[in-house]
């Protein structure tokens, strides 16, 4: 069975709980998953059976949160070799700042550059329109779960 895996990067709590809203939706999707908060790349199975789905807010100036820190800089030190790995980004930030999203889309860029095959544009979810992000999340996971199912 393939499984999602949940990379969360969080530091408020809020993409945590974007990924355990959409666990009901991947497990009707017929797909395992396994939540990493944190994220450590040696945990993570990297072939093309496993999916990987980056759940992470912006904190600060376009960084990212504590939780996936080490995720990140393990993708830039070590630079394994992630072709034919599939995956999707959910951005979450707040639009009043100049770096909006800006985690997530390093980290989408991080994983193309890799070799990563990104199965759909990231979702950047605004906390000024979406004051509770997981429902901006279940309305999209169900198109994006479909790109994915074979």
């Not at 709980?17 to 009901?24: K, M, S």
């Not at 790995?85 to 390093?106: H, Q």
């Not at 095959?117 to 169900?142: N, R, S």
């Amino acid at each position: 069975m393939t499984t999602i895996h949940l990379i969360v990067g969080t530091t408020m709590g809020a993409s945590e709980y974007i990924a355990d809203a959409l666990i009901p939706y991947i497990e009707e999707a017929g797909f395992a998953h396994q939540i990493h908060n944190p994220a450590d790349l040696t945990s993570l199975p990297i072939d093309q059976k496993q999916i990987w789905l980056v759940v992470t807010s912006t904190h600060g100036a376009g960084d990212y949160p504590e939780s996936i820190q080490n995720f990140a800089h393990q993708l830039i030190e070590q630079k394994p070799k992630l072709r034919g790995l599939r995956y999707g980004v959910i951005a979450l930030g707040d639009s009043s700042y100049d770096t909006f999203c800006e985690a997530g889309l390093k980290m989408d860029s991080q994983l193309q550059d890799l070799g990563a095959v990104q199965t759909g544009a990231p979702l950047k979810i605004d906390i000024q329109e979406f004051p509770i992000p997981e429902d901006a999340a279940e309305a999209w996971i169900p198109s994006w779960l479909e790109k994915i199912n074979p």
